[in-house]
């Protein structure tokens, strides 16, 4: 896989900007993948793109290049059309995880509950957005309202921060959790413990497949980097919440 990596073609990153940054590589702009400019919000973000870039070595691994991969991401596919990345937040709010519960063991029940009723009350107290707990998974509507709201609530964020939050709802299952860790509510560790609570429970019960944990670490790094990416850019006045 290594000879299909391209080769490092430059000595030199720097960033470059003053309101807005820029990477350049030996003194040329870095370019998203469909070749347009990637500009970034904040000084922290480019300092985090570029130590990304200057810590490749011979060759170029973008697996390696997470942080880098979201701005591009934001930039090509989110910018241009915001709506869609809030309609499929949306649509995973109207599922979500922390909603769908056990009728049985009681030991699952409670854990689902210590971990999942704390994110459904801070959206009602601070979203004025009531979900409903459900027993099974067998899909049931929530309520408009609370849909509206926090359709309303995703459209104050630029892509940048909508593309990282859509990040974290994929891999957590979670738009509730997701926004949880965007207001400061959730810790990232409480985050995605909340996000493998009933897995975490299997594992407790039957024990650990080798398998599906790489795939879990895979994704934890994906998670703390989409969690990193949010904390580089500029606070977002109308966030707000109590930290778990």
């Not at 720097?14 to 070749?35: H, M, N, Y």
């Not at 940048?160 to 509730?176: D, V």
């Not at 594992?203 to 944990?213: L, T």
């Amino acid at each position: 896989m290594k000879s299909r990596q391209p080769r490092r073609f430059y000595r030199q990153v720097e960033v470059k900007g003053d309101e807005s940054f820029a990477i350049l590589l030996d003194g040329r702009p870095l370019k998203t993948p469909l070749r347009r400019d990637l500009i970034l919000p904040s000084a922290p973000l480019a300092e985090a793109i570029a130590g990304e870039w200057a810590a490749q070595g011979e060759r170029i691994d973008p697996e390696q290049m997470l942080i880098t991969k979201l701005a591009n991401t934001a930039i090509d596919r989110v910018a241009g059309d915001k709506q869609r990345s809030i309609e499929e937040l949306v649509d995973y709010a109207g599922s979500d995880l922390v909603c769908y519960r056990a009728a049985e063991p009681e030991s699952l029940v409670t854990r689902q509950a210590a971990f999942w009723d704390p994110i459904l009350t801070w959206a009602e107290e601070t979203l004025d957005a009531r979900f409903f707990a459900i027993q099974g998974i067998v899909h049931k509507p929530q309520p408009r309202h609370s849909l509206d709201v926090v359709a309303r609530y995703l459209r104050q964020f630029d892509a940048m921060r909508l593309c990282a939050l859509h990040n974290l709802t994929t891999l957590t299952g979670s738009a509730l959790i997701a926004l949880s860790i965007e207001s400061g509510f959730l810790k990232p560790e409480r985050a995605w413990l909340s996000a493998h609570v009933d897995e975490d429970w299997q594992i407790g019960r039957w024990g650990r497949d080798e398998e599906a944990a790489e795939r879990r670490a895979r994704r934890q790094q994906e998670f703390e980097a989409a969690v990193m990416f949010l904390g580089l850019l500029a606070p977002c006045q109308s966030s707000s919440g109590l930290t778990q």
